[in-house]
Structures are given as structure tokens and as C-alpha cells.
């Protein structure tokens, strides 16, 4: 497809215009970065992210005001939608820095209990001692039910009811996407009726959101992959600026008279290696530029 017929820009004309609007926006840039750095995410400085879904729209101001009262004020919320999952339109990330000294593992529990205590504090719920059953899985509800045995299957009920539990589960994530919202919604699940509804009603609350995932990256780690990052940018620059020096040489070979002997032949990098110095400028202009608008947003 051609859109443009012969175009004839004189863009050489118009390179001080350009030079200049590169040079401010540099300049802003490199203050900016100076002055308040960049907001890494927790892949580069360590902590925890808590994707939760919730069945309306949630009241992200308020979530952020709460998380800030009960000892998080440096937490971040995204929304974190994916157009293939309509579901997933009420999606939040909650992040959270790491805590100086504290374990992996217990940061997370920590963390997750705060964010699960905040939410149902701002949804204005009460889970009255039950555990959620949007949080749930499927051999708890198994377990469960083959105690509580709703259906009256005896000996039988071992199989059945984990089937029935995976069965639950399942329609509580595929249908639902993760959160339902009355136990009632469960009972075209096949093999479940009133009595399983009820049972599950008398052990399970339900919460108007769901905690999907749960993930969490150590300073040590985060300052590594800093590091990796800094490295493959570095080391890709330097392959252009090799690649293209030796590129537009043309392959072409010096021949070198030392003392009267011609004793070795080099490539011709002086007259052309300024080809791979340009692009390597041009491509250190672009991330400068990108990482003072990151930094400045």
C-alpha cells in the first residue's frame, strides 16, 4: 500500500527545529529524573502484587485512603484489564513495597491479610468468622462437604463431593469469573441442589471481590534484574555500534606497513565507524527522552 505519492519533505532543512525540541525535551527530562528519580514497580525495587477482581467497580480512592490508615501509604493500585477477558474489567493490582527484614513468605501473608481486611472494610462487609469462598479451594470445599455430607451418600460421599467440589470451583471461575455473588448462582452446577447451597451457606461468606494472585519479588532479586537490564541495553548498543561500523566498511581491509614489512591488515574502522556512533546516539535520544517522560509521569 502506498500513501504517499513522491513525497518531497526537506526534513535536513528543518533539523535545527529538531535539534532543538530533542535538546529541550532532554534537558526536562534529565531534571525531572534528577529531581524525583523513576517509580520503579516492584520487579526492580522488591515487594508484593496482589491481583484482586471484583465483581462492580471499585472505589479505588477509597481502597488507597484505607490501605494508608492501616500502616500501607506507600501502596499503588492499577487497574489491570485484559481485552480477551471481559471478566477481568474490574481488575485491580494492588503493590506493595518491601518491608525492611521481613521474610518472603510471611510478607506476603501479612500483606495479603491487611489488603483482605481493608477491602472488606471498605465494601462495607462482614464475614462474621467464615472463610470466603471466593477465596476457597477445592479440596476445602471437598472436605467440607464430605463432613457435612448434605446429600446423605453415606460411604459414597468421598468421590462425589470432590467432584462436586471441583465442579464448584470450576463454575465459580469460569462462569463467575472468581467471585460469586450469591451461593444461589452455584445451582445449575451439576449434581448440586438446595441442601449443598445451603450447607455451603452456613460454613461460607461471600465477599463482593476475590484475591486472583498473590506474588512477590525480594530486594535482592529486584536489584539483579536492575543490573541485567542496565547490562543488555549496554552490551546491545555496543553490538550496533560494532555491527554497523563493520557494515558500512564495506568490508574493506587496511593493509599496514610497520618498519618496511607489511606484517598485518585491520578493518577500516576510522572512516566509517562514525555510521555506528550515530546510531547508537540516535538510540540513547530515544530511551533518554522515554525514560524523562517515565519519570515525569
Do not use: C
Not at 42 to 51: L, V
Request: charged letters at 15%; proline letters at 4%; glycine letters at 10%.
Amino acid at each position: 500500500m502506498e500513501f504517499f505519492h513522491a513525497p518531497n519533505i526537506d526534513w535536513m532543512g528543518k533539523a535545527k527545529y529538531f535539534v532543538a525540541l530533542s535538546l529541550a525535551l532532554l534537558a526536562v527530562g534529565v531534571v525531572s529524573e534528577l529531581k524525583q528519580g523513576l517509580a520503579y514497580g516492584i520487579d526492580f525495587k522488591g515487594g508484593t502484587a496482589i491481583t484482586i477482581r471484583f465483581a462492580k467497580t471499585p472505589p479505588t480512592a477509597e481502597i488507597r485512603s484505607s490501605l494508608a490508615q492501616s500502616g500501607l501509604p506507600n501502596s499503588e493500585i492499577k487497574p489491570m484489564s485484559d481485552p480477551a477477558d471481559p471478566q477481568s474489567k474490574n481488575d485491580l493490582v494492588i503493590s506493595l513495597p518491601e518491608k525492611n527484614g521481613a521474610e518472603e513468605s510471611a510478607g506476603v501473608d501479612t500483606d495479603r491479610q491487611i489488603v483482605v481486611s481493608v477491602l472488606h472494610k471498605v465494601l462495607g462487609e462482614s464475614a462474621a468468622g467464615k472463610p470466603d469462598f471466593n477465596s476457597a479451594i477445592g479440596s476445602e470445599v471437598a472436605t467440607y462437604l464430605t463432613q457435612k455430607d448434605p446429600l446423605v451418600l453415606g460411604a459414597k460421599a468421598g468421590d462425589r463431593y470432590t467432584q462436586m467440589a471441583s465442579a464448584l470451583i470450576s463454575a465459580r471461575d469460569s462462569e463467575h469469573g472468581g467471585v460469586v455473588t450469591n451461593f444461589n448462582e452455584l445451582q445449575n452446577v451439576p449434581g448440586v441442589t438446595p441442601a449443598v447451597t445451603s450447607a455451603l451457606a452456613n460454613q461460607y461468606s461471600l465477599s463482593g471481590f476475590a484475591i486472583r494472585d498473590a506474588e512477590t519479588v525480594g530486594p535482592t532479586v529486584g536489584a539483579q534484574l536492575r543490573t541485567q537490564a542496565i547490562n543488555a541495553t549496554l552490551y546491545a548498543l555496543a553490538g550496533m555500534l560494532v555491527y554497523v561500523a563493520i557494515r558500512f566498511s564495506g568490508g574493506g581491509l587496511l593493509r599496514l606497513n610497520v618498519a618496511g614489512r607489511k606484517s598485518f591488515f585491520l578493518w577500516k574502522w576510522v572512516d566509517y565507524g562514525i555510521f555506528g556512533i550515530a546510531a547508537v546516539i540516535a538510540v540513547f535520544h530515544d530511551v533518554l527522552i522515554t525514560l524523562g517522560f517515565f519519570s515525569l509521569t
